[in-house]
């Protein structure tokens, strides 16, 4: 592993659908002079457009079920409209960005899932093989800035949907052999909360067992439940620092500055 270091921001929840929040996050992230990708999920705006076409969704503990119309929205909204904002918003604030989903120079190719219980549909899951990582560091050395989405393919020409969270983690662990990767999941809250409706409530540093007890007391539940099991999976494969932070947040926590984040340790 070199000294040079990587940084993979995950960017969810309603800070991508708050425009003030948004604009914000994208003013301070262009302003970090370490290389950084940043992944964007984009779940709530998918379906909202779903029940406007009168599309059912739904969602088993955070991961969603993804049938042939539902694909079809997430690639509009994810790979469309979320993703090229987002990119529009770095160009504006001088951070020369590339928009990508995992078809595009086959960045991430993925096998649809197989469960023994539930047909998820058209969602892909990542293995050691799915990132094209030379790719990535490639962009790296031009000085772009990847902005990763949550649309994968199989190799066969079948889309699938791929969670945002274990698309980012899979980044960082890829990387993590060449690089002192960073994995920061920003989204609305703080941190990880003990009291769910208490944004002050941030548990400071949380630990695999400390999860485990959490998540059995249905304290941690829903879309908290992969990206936590994604930040403990990058502790595991050598990613160096991991957090889950409010997105305004990142630069204080880069500089050391704040407390108000949930660091995962061993």
Do not use: W
């Amino acid at each position: 592993m070199s000294n040079q270091k990587v940084l993979i921001i995950k960017i969810g929840g309603n800070s991508i659908d708050n425009v003030e929040e948004l604009n914000l996050f994208i003013e301070t992230i262009a302003t970090i002079q370490t290389p950084f990708i940043l992944v964007h999920g984009g779940g709530k705006l998918a379906t909202d457009l779903a029940e406007k076409l009168n599309i059912p969704q739904q969602l088993i503990e955070g991961r969603r079920i993804t049938d042939a119309e539902t694909i079809k929205i997430a690639t509009m909204v994810y790979a469309g409209y979320i993703n090229k904002n987002i990119v529009a918003l770095l160009q504006k604030n001088n951070k020369n960005s590339i928009g990508l989903s995992g078809v595009d120079a086959n960045l991430i190719q993925t096998t649809k899932r197989v469960h023994p219980t539930i047909d998820y549909g058209f969602v892909g899951d990542l293995n050691e093989n799915s990132m094209n990582t030379d790719f990535i560091e490639n962009l790296i050395r031009f000085g772009l800035t990847p902005v990763v989405n949550a649309i994968t393919h199989n190799g066969n020409g079948q889309l699938l949907n791929t969670n945002a969270d274990s698309i980012a983690n899979a980044l960082a662990v890829s990387l993590a052999s060449k690089y002192e990767v960073s994995l920061l999941y920003c989204f609305e809250k703080k941190g990880v909360l003990l009291h769910p409706n208490d944004d002050n409530s941030v548990i400071q540093t949380l630990n695999l067992e400390q999860f485990k007890q959490l998540k059995k007391e249905g304290v941690i539940s829903k879309g908290m439940l992969p990206k936590l099991d994604n930040c403990f999976n990058a502790l595991q494969n050598g990613v160096a620092t991991i957090a889950v932070l409010k997105a305004t947040n990142v630069l204080s926590f880069l500089n050391n500055t704040s407390n108000e984040y949930t660091k995962i340790i061993k």
